[in-house]
């Protein structure tokens, strides 16, 4: 009897360890099935190495391709502290370029000791972020058939602040850049490029992180410019009409554009009423950190009626795609 009552207390004993141990390792599986969905639908499927750094990149390249045919290239850049595929499910370039037969490219930002980011202010890390995405184009047209005079750079945030370096940087190869809740580091002083560049940018009058009155905020230690005034500025280098024309969009989008400039390189701003830190007509974030996403324009199909408006007319003189200093 007391071999038999001890080999039940020793059974039940075994079968709680089992319990406990499946309760245990519950969770441990599902962080892992999830550590690995994670790292199959984030990872990024080429590298190259810039400037001694091994930089990273995940490209889409529509079923339509056609090697025979010259193809617009758009380079989409992530904000601080996102990755190539967040961008990628934010901005939702990958259906625009399906539908209108384009590749896209997704590079990201280094992480160094802290969250990923692109160094759009600062020497000597932006002249290296500059000549990654110069040597990027270069390896992405050495791989397909890109047509040098339809590439074009974009950006959210830390992104958007990219993609202004890069119509200061390499504006002999990126004929039209667009921005949304950009948050801008260069000084204009720091903008060595000659060619007027058109450019398009999406705004939220109410963007805690990047005021659209300028200022400072919880993102960086900088002072942002009032957007209106930034905007005007561009205007200026592209040397366009001074008084720009307003229009209705939708209930909380407002159309500012700045017309007649030199070369055709058009400045317009959409400036979102209480939108927030967000890609306007994009995925949506959490709007207790970013604010408000509007849908009462979508960003990224507006940006590609832009940039198929405008194009390289030739190699900018005197360059052959090197990086400005």
């Known amino acids: 009897m007391t071999d038999v009552t001890a080999g039940g ?29 994670f790292y199959a639908t984030n ?21 339509s391709y056609d090697r025979a045919r010259p193809t617009p290239l758009v380079i989409s850049m992530h904000g601080g502290s996102l990755w190539p595929a967040a961008q990628r499910a934010i901005d939702r370039w990958d259906r625009v370029a399906d539908a209108h037969g384009f590749i896209v490219v997704y590079p990201s930002g280094l992480s160094g000791r802290g969250p990923r980011a692109w160094r759009a202010g600062r020497e000597p890390g932006l002249t290296r972020d500059v000549r990654f995405i110069s040597e990027l184009i270069d390896t992405l047209s050495a791989r397909f058939n890109i047509d040098p005079s339809r590439i074009y750079a974009n950006g959210l945030s830390n992104g958007g602040g990219m993609s202004f370096a890069l119509s200061c940087r390499l504006s002999d190869r990126i004929a039209a850049v667009g921005v949304v809740a950009t948050a801008i580091f260069l000084p204009w002083s720091g903008c060595t490029g000659q060619r007027a560049v058109p450019m398009i940018a999406f705004q939220g009058t109410g963007d805690r992180a990047v005021p659209y009155k300028g200022g400072t905020s919880w993102v960086a230690p900088n002072v942002f410019p009032d957007i209106s005034t930034w905007t005007a500025r561009w ?40 939108g927030g830190h967000a890609w306007p007509g994009g995925t949506p974030m959490a709007d207790w950190f970013v604010g408000r996403t509007s849908n009462g324009v979508d960003a990224t199909a507006v940006m590609w009626t832009f940039f198929r408006e405008h194009r390289l007319a030739e190699p900018f003189p005197g360059t052959s795609g090197e990086v400005r200093h």
């Open 235 to 274: 205007a200026a280098r592209n040397r366009c009409q001074t008084s720009p024309v307003e229009s209705a969009v939708a209930t909380d989008v407002t159309r500012i554009e700045y017309r007649h400039c030199v070369d055709d390189a058009a400045v317009v701003l959409y400036r979102v009423e209480g």
């Open 9 to 37: 207390e020793r059974h039940r004993r075994i079968s709680v360890i089992a319990v406990v141990l499946v309760l245990i390792s519950l969770p441990v599986a599902l962080a892992l099935a999830e550590a690995v969905w």
């Open 43 to 63: 990872r990024t499927n080429g590298t190259i190495v810039s400037s001694g750094e091994t930089r990273e990149y995940l490209v889409h390249v529509p079923a």
